[in-house]
Nanobody
Framework: QVQLVESGGGEVQAGGSLRLSCEASSRTFYHLGWFRRVPGKEREFVASCTWNGDPLKIADSVKGRFHMSRDPMSRYHNKNTVYLEMNMLTSDDTAIYYC?????????????????WGQGTQVTVSS
């Protein structure tokens, strides 16, 4: 019903930037979000927006450095591309980043409230 495919991960030096992409296919207008996970910890909320790209929430740990947006060329209602622009990266940002889709009634930053997940993309920040 919902397909999420992330891309854009990789290795970058501290202070650098990366942009992650999430291609979403869905017949329902879900909210879209980014989470990240490091080994031994639960998935941590990063940012979320509506299907149309209106911002919902962003984690304090990345506020001012990360920005979530929607591709303005996403013209088809059941297909969407959202980005996570990450700047001033530090080693604490090293994680697997996941794109998620959740019900449009929620603004939750708890991973258990989100329904669909991509396969994840690794981001490694070296110092």
């Amino acid at each position: 019903q919902v397909q999420l495919v992330e891309s854009g991960g990789g290795e970058v030096q501290a202070g650098g930037s990366l942009r992650l992409s999430c291609e979403a296919s869905s017949r329902t207008f879900y909210h879209l979000g980014w989470f990240r996970r490091v080994p031994g910890k639960e998935r941590e909320f990063v940012a979320s927006c509506t299907w149309n790209g209106d911002p919902l929430k962003i984690a304090d740990s990345v506020k001012g450095r990360f920005h979530m947006s929607r591709d303005p060329m996403s013209r088809y209602h059941n297909k969407n591309t959202v980005y996570l622009e990450m700047n001033m990266l530090t080693s604490d940002d090293t994680a697997i980043y996941y794109c998620a889709a959740g019900p449009s009634i929620t603004t939750s930053d708890t991973f258990r409230d989100w329904l669909y997940w991509g396969q994840g993309t690794q981001v490694t920040v070296s110092s």
